[in-house]
């Protein structure tokens, strides 16, 4: 299995362009989410999905849009980006069973993107 | 709502002694609770998690945690520190009697770097 997997690994914009980031896992996960990374503030929840054609809001959604048309892909794509944007972005995946045998969050490597 | 604090930015050890790495929590309901690393340009990878059972929960690495409901704390800890341990370590915990959609809404600590002396 590759696991998560997550295209492209840096990226570089210019305020206003728009792009889509790519994750995939081969896991049969159901669930799956997106979360950015910055440094003092942990990992922020964006978007999240329990199966394919659900969606939801996490903490920080806007500027952010998702789908999930299969449970392999979820595409993160920013519309207009900003600034505010430059993270590192994280791509997760796990089980939809709480307890022992589920809950584990299995993470991409991450993509790190600068707007500038 | 839920919450993780990690007190501490960084820890210092020197190789060979005692780890803790500290981390209290607030939810509503039964935590769900779990230590995950990052090495340098890496993903995170998951080390242990407490769901119930045992308060001592044993992970990967040699590293263990113990839940303590009193003081909600799952604090991370290792006998005998390796300078390979050295990363960035978070904390993180979701609700246990939210609904299956808010299964994964896990809320993250900033995370404490650890930093292992030869």
């Known amino acids: 299995n590759a696991g998560v997997t997550q295209t492209p690994k840096f990226q570089v914009l210019k305020t206003g362009q728009s792009m889509t980031l790519q994750c995939a896992q081969d896991m049969n996960h159901e669930y799956m989410s997106w979360y950015r990374q910055d440094p003092g503030m942990g990992l922020r929840l964006i978007h999240y999905?329990?199966?394919?054609?659900?969606?939801d809001q996490g903490e920080v959604p806007n500027g952010y849009n998702v789908s999930r048309s299969t449970t392999e892909d979820f595409p993160l794509r920013l519309l207009s980006a900003a600034p505010s944007q430059t993270s590192v972005y994280f791509c997760?995946?796990?089980?939809?069973?709480?307890?022992?045998?589920?809950?584990?969050?299995?993470f991409g490597p991450g993509t790190r993107l600068t707007v500038l | 709502a839920q919450s993780v604090a990690q007190p501490e930015d960084q820890v210092n050890v020197a190789e060979g002694n005692p780890l803790t790495v500290k981390c209290t929590y607030s939810?509503?309901?039964?935590?769900?609770l779990f230590w995950y690393v990052q090495y340098p340009n890496r993903g995170l990878q998951f080390l242990l998690k407490?769901?119930?059972?045992?308060?001592l929960v044993k992970g990967s690495y040699g590293f263990e945690a113990e839940f303590n409901k009193s003081q909600t704390s799952f604090h991370l800890k290792k006998p005998s520190a390796l300078v390979s341990d050295s990363a960035l370590y978070f904390c993180?915990?979701?609700?246990?009697?939210?609904?299956?959609?808010?299964?994964?809404?896990?809320?993250f600590g900033a995370g404490t770097q650890v930093v292992v002396t030869p």
């Open positions: 407490y769901i119930t059972g045992d308060n």
């Open positions: 997760a995946s796990s089980f939809r069973k709480p307890g022992t045998s589920g809950d584990t969050q299995y």
């Open positions: 999905s329990v199966g394919a054609g659900i969606t």
């Open positions: 993180a915990v979701r609700d246990g009697g939210g609904t299956t959609d808010s299964w994964g809404k896990l809320q």
């Open positions: 939810v509503s309901g039964n935590p769900y």
